[in-house]
């Protein structure tokens, strides 16, 4: 962590369909209805340089589509580049100038899609995020879980059996959508080894069948559990 550090820095992790980007702004809302000083922000693309990157790594239109898709290797180089340009320009200054930066997706979502699904040297993963990342950690990550078929259930609406299933003006499916449902398994098993490899930083979140509000006062109390809000000591 670097030096100079202020703010607070909360992650949001999980499959497609877990509900973490829904999540992540309604607590970046709660925060600022106290006052504080919020900046939202997300992986792959919270920066312009970022953007760029994601529409390769998720193989939109002409972007790493076809011979252009990066194998697993370059994925996950491609996506620590937009890690490195995102904490320098983005969550380091905000977090220096005491802001709670609340991001979707982080160094997590390495270890599992390249790590754990993709087959890749963990260790070798967590060598090149320690490094882009200059060793920036979360204070608390919420893995949302939606169960071991949630995921794909998430998914279906988007993207069902041919386009009269796909809502107007979704995007195309990416690389990672169109992946089949042994990825998404072995997705699923690389967060649970996640956060029981971290249980201090990592609080897993059941969100199957949940009210929302339910899963959204589990996130606050643990964050004043914790005691990260000012002016509110451990419950």
């Given at each position: ?36 000083q ?62 709670w ?12 899609y ?34 071991p ?45 996640v ?41």
């Amino acid at each position: 962590m670097g030096s100079g550090r202020r703010g607070t820095f909360i992650t949001f992790e999980g499959p497609d369909g877990s509900g973490k980007t829904t999540h992540a702004h309604a607590l970046a809302r709660t925060l600022r209805g106290r006052g504080l000083q919020v900046v939202e922000t997300y992986e792959p693309g919270g920066t312009p340089l970022g953007a760029h990157l994601r529409e390769i790594l998720l193989g939109r239109g002409q972007a790493g589509a076809g011979d252009l898709a990066p194998v697993p290797m370059a994925e996950m180089l491609l996506l620590a580049a937009d890690r490195a340009q995102h904490v320098e320009r983005v969550i380091r200054p905000a977090l220096e100038e005491g802001a709670w930066v609340i991001c979707d997706r982080y160094v997590d979502s390495s270890l599992v899609y390249q790590g754990y699904a993709a087959d890749l040297d963990l260790e070798h993963v967590r060598w090149v995020n320690r490094w882009a990342t200059r060793g920036l950690v979360p204070d608390l990550t919420f893995l949302l879980d939606p169960g071991p078929s949630g995921a794909l259930a998430g998914r279906a609406p988007r993207h069902g059996a041919g386009p009269q299933h796909t809502r107007p003006g979704t995007p195309p499916p990416d690389r990672f959508e169109d992946r089949g449902d042994a990825f998404w398994q072995r997705v699923r098993e690389g967060y649970l080894a996640v956060w029981r490899d971290e249980p201090d930083r990592v609080h897993r979140i059941e969100t199957a069948g949940r009210d929302p509000q339910a899963v959204a006062r589990e996130i606050l109390d643990l964050i004043v559990s914790r005691g990260l809000l000012p002016g509110e000591g451990r419950a």
